[in-house]
């Protein structure tokens, strides 16, 4: 028997796909509420939270992190089930149509490379019930 030696030339690879994941409601833990994070693009993901609530408003948090993919500019967005109300953001430009909260990437945060995140937060107003979103997505 002879073995021989093969060579590979060209050649791709392509392909591949990560879905969704899951999203459950929140809880309350000490003025924290997190609203869990859903799939976004490819390997990415945003997970929401509330960093602090004094009754009629809050500042909030969302990471964006990447595993198996990475983002050129991106955009988070959610629907707040409670009426709350954006009243300011930073590290993202971001606005309010409804209940609908669309949040886009400045310019020096707009690359999140594979293995690594990006966060940005907001102030809003709510009156009585301040539930976390079920629905944020990434892209």
Not at 8 to 24: C, D, K, Q
Not at 32 to 61: L, P
Not at 100 to 112: K, L, M, P, Y
């Amino acid at each position: 028997m002879t073995e021989g030696t093969g060579s590979t030339s060209g050649g791709s690879t392509s392909g591949g796909s990560t879905s969704g994941g899951s999203t459950s409601g929140g809880s309350t833990t000490g003025g924290s509420t997190t609203g869990g994070s859903t799939g976004g693009t490819g390997g990415c993901s945003a997970a929401y939270r509330t960093t602090n609530d004094w009754g009629s408003g809050f500042t909030g948090e969302v990471a964006i992190s990447c595993s198996g993919a990475s983002l050129n500019g991106w955009t988070a967005s959610w629907t707040w089930p409670s009426g709350q109300q954006l009243s300011q953001s930073w590290g993202a430009d971001c606005s309010q149509s409804g209940t609908r909260v669309t949040c886009r990437n400045v310019d020096w945060n707009a690359g999140v490379p594979d293995g690594g995140s990006v966060s940005f937060g907001f102030i809003a107003h709510h009156n009585g019930t301040n539930t976390a979103p079920s629905d944020i997505t990434v892209s």
